[in-house]
T-cell receptor
């Protein structure tokens, strides 16, 4: 399956712990996007990365949240000192390297459901 | 920033009937409008998209129309089938994607 792969599918953390969510883009894609979805709501943009660069992080909270997309390996969304309000589904999407920002199809993974106890 | 509104939030149709979902956007700079289908426990799946230089696009039973002047675009599904039941999201983009709040479509056999 050459689709966007996210793991883990489900993650349970206690308040104050750290959560790490991983995303491997589709083969040949070098642009990665992270979104957050609350129940019965649409997806909210968090961050857009290319290899080793954060291009747009305007949707990501300034504290506790960080993202990276290293030269080798998957993209990581990291949430430190989690709180109950961080409970949500987090989706990763990828797009190919050609074309501009925001006008290319984005292909989504099946998400990580994060639950905070 | 962009504001995307989507209606209706829920829609039930009889199998074989048509379904229409409508979205409006606020930013005239938006130039790319994808539609996604999301099934329970899955990620959104791109089903069709349209760019601002096109007024209509069709792919089998699915069509999308765009009115740039009025800043609205619509998804049309004809001859609906039970497997079309899902949540559908529209999005508008000039840079980042802005999603609507979704329409839960139920096709009644």
């Amino acid at each position: 399956n050459a689709g966007v792969m996210q793991n883990p599918r489900h993650l349970v953390r206690r308040r104050g712990q750290e959560a790490r969510l991983r995303c491997s883009p589709m083969k040949g894609h070098s642009h990665v996007y992270w979104y957050r979805q609350l129940p019965e709501e649409g997806l909210k943009f968090m961050v857009y990365l290319q290899k080793e660069n954060i291009i747009d992080e305007s949707g990501m909270p300034k504290e506790r949240f960080s993202a990276e997309f290293p030269k080798e390996g998957p993209s990581i969304l990291r949430i430190q000192q989690v709180v109950r309000g961080d409970s949500a589904a987090y989706f990763c999407a990828s797009s190919p390297p050609n074309g501009g920002y925001g006008n290319q199809p984005q292909h989504f993974g099946d998400g990580t459901r994060l639950s905070i106890l | 920033g962009e504001n995307v509104e989507q209606h209706p939030s829920t829609l039930s149709v009889q199998e074989g009937d048509s379904a229409v979902i409508k979205c409006t956007y606020s930013d005239s700079a938006s130039n790319y409008f994808p539609w996604y289908k999301q099934e329970l426990g899955k990620g959104p799946q791109l089903i069709i998209d349209i760019r601002s230089n096109v007024g209509e696009k069709k792919d089998q039973r699915i069509a999308v129309t765009l009115n740039k002047t009025a800043k609205h675009f619509s998804l049309h599904i004809t001859e609906t089938q039970p497997e079309d039941s899902a949540v559908y999201f529209c999005a508008a983009s000039s840079t980042q994607f802005y999603f609507g709040t979704g329409t839960s479509l139920t096709v009644i056999p």
